[in-house]
């Protein structure tokens, strides 16, 4: 199948038209008219991914992370990122990146996925778009059954992938949770709409100090922090498998097990 028709069906389900306009979302690299018999998802596009890449024969790497966030003026193969789109290209593999639409994005999108490997009920955007209330920013929804923090902390660890940071939690312990807002990323941002929302919970990633210590000052949702990779990760087995039934099963789709969290150990408690 070429390569323009499996961009036709992602840019289906994540329409660029939902990315942030900061954001670098589409075709990296490849020839939209070269074949594609295999596609590979992952989290980020670091050098073991595109090893794993060439060495399994994939014609397209997924990534919702961006290679080239920010303006580049080239991409010599004496630079990291330079390095890997040569690689990609010898290699005769596409790159596409689907980031922020992937976020917003309804059904199959990176918040969708995330709500739903915790189990939310009626899950529904925190900040819908103004064109489509089903797609937009985090979700909220309702456990099945009521639970304490510590509790939902412990559901979540079993969720998401193992990372060495494990589930941080702020907040009373026993502290009965029943309403759930999550945002895949970082996702700090949207704690007045989960408080707006009456979530007893925020579960997102890279929260920082200070808006926790202040948060922890009012009446307000409590907060479980979790790896930028850990919270994301739950899309590429959606994605993949909605990808695969567009195309027919036309294209074999798979989905990377190579852990990308940028962090590898810690010490301590």
Avoid at 46 to 73: F, K, M, Q, Y
Avoid at 182 to 197: N, R
Avoid at 212 to 218: F, N
């Amino acid at each position: 199948m070429p390569l323009r028709e499996v961009i036709a069906a992602l840019d289906a389900r994540y329409d660029p038209a939902l990315a942030e306009s900061w954001d670098a979302v589409g075709l990296v690299c490849g020839d939209p008219d070269e074949p594609v018999g295999r596609v590979l998802f992952a989290v980020d596009p670091t050098t073991a991914v595109v090893d794993e890449v060439i060495g399994t024969g994939a014609d397209l790497l997924v990534t919702h992370h961006p290679l080239l966030l920010t303006p580049v003026h080239g991409v010599p193969a004496d630079d990291l990122k330079g390095r890997l789109v040569h690689r990609l290209i010898r290699a005769g593999a596409g790159l596409f990146v689907a980031h922020t639409n992937a976020d917003r994005a309804p059904g199959s999108g990176v918040n969708a996925a995330l709500a739903d490997v915790l189990g939310l009920l009626d899950a529904r955007p925190l900040e819908p778009t103004t064109a489509d209330p089903r797609a937009g920013l985090g979700r909220v929804g309702e456990l099945p059954e009521p639970m304490t923090l510590s509790a939902f902390a412990g559901h979540v660890a079993a969720a998401l992938p193992t990372t060495v940071g494990g589930v941080r939690a702020a907040g009373d312990p026993d502290r009965v949770i029943r309403r759930v807002a999550v945002c895949g990323g970082s996702g700090g941002s949207l704690l007045a709409a989960a408080a707006a929302a009456g979530a007893d919970v925020l579960l997102t990633s890279d929260l920082k100090h200070h808006p926790v210590s202040d948060a922890g000052e009012v009446d307000g949702p409590a907060l479980c922090d979790v790896a930028h990779y850990a919270s994301e990760w739950p899309w590429l087995p959606v994605a993949a498998d909605r990808l695969s039934r567009d195309l027919a099963g036309q294209v074999e789709v798979a989905v990377s097990q190579l852990r990308t969290d940028p962090w590898t150990w810690r010490a301590g408690a």
